[in-house]
């Protein structure tokens, strides 16, 4: 586990993740999971509350209605559940240097605003240290044409409340983590020019070949005309 870095690409439904994820598993010693139901929030709230109790009480008789707490070591459950992540759910193989996952489950149905929604994702450099966040948005008018979207009560105002919440959490992230940690990028203007993808991952500090980039992006461009995923 020293050895690895960690990136995630942080987005919503049909704005092109898919395509994404593919031109960074093309890069030799890179695996970058799909996505996992967000289930890393299961594991921020588990945390949370093991940290309040042990916190809050420290109780070690039988009798006491916290008995228990005085043993509880977040720290250790900490480090436990990174170790379980990353043997269980992102599962580098040997020669893998970077490793990670997409999710698209921070739409405002999700996570309802900026705060909380860069919470998570500081939260995600407490489990993997050193985490790289690559946050993708589309314009949120074509991606209501997209896919499930189209069935969606209210598609366009959520996703605009969406796109909102990635652009600030991108703000707060780089003020929290140090500039180059998180980089935002546009679908409507990286799938007419990758270059914007590359810039960004070599922003934060990936080690980025252009020619891979764009060879997966055209292929995965070309196949998926109809929706992004």
């Given at each position: 586990m020293p050895d690895l870095r960690f990136l995630t690409i942080v987005t919503f439904g049909r704005s092109g993740s898919t395509a994404l994820q593919a031109a960074l598993n093309a890069h030799p010693g890179t695996i970058i999971r799909g996505e996992n139901y967000a289930a890393l929030r299961g594991i921020e709230d588990y945390l949370a509350a093991i940290s309040a109790?042990?916190?809050?009480?420290?109780?070690g008789k039988a009798h006491h209605p916290w008995f228990g707490t005085a043993r509880l070591d977040p720290n250790a459950i900490l480090a436990d559940q990174r170790r379980h992540v990353v043997e269980y759910l992102l599962r580098p193989k040997p020669g893998t240097r970077w490793c990670g996952f997409k999710e698209v489950r921070y739409e405002v149905g999700h996570i309802a605003d900026p705060d909380a929604l860069a919470g998570h994702l500081l939260f995600l450099n407490t489990l993997l240290p050193g985490m790289r966040y690559l946050v993708n948005v589309r314009d949120p008018q074509a991606a209501a044409r997209s896919g499930w979207w189209r069935e969606h009560p209210d598609a366009i105002a959520a996703l605009e409340?969406?796109?909102?919440?990635?652009y600030a959490a991108t703000e707060t992230l780089n003020a929290a983590l140090g500039p180059g940690r998180a980089a935002l990028i546009d679908h409507?203007?990286?799938?007419?020019?990758?270059?914007?993808?590359?810039?960004?991952?070599?922003?934060?500090?990936?080690?980025?070949?252009?020619?891979?980039?764009?060879?997966?992006?055209?292929e995965h461009l070309t196949h998926g005309k109809e929706g992004r995923s």
């Open positions: 109790a042990a916190d809050r009480h420290h109780s409340g969406t796109v909102g919440n990635m409507d203007r990286w799938s007419l020019d990758p270059q914007i993808v590359i810039d960004a991952l070599a922003e934060i500090g990936y080690p980025v070949d252009a020619s891979i980039v764009r060879a997966a992006l055209a």
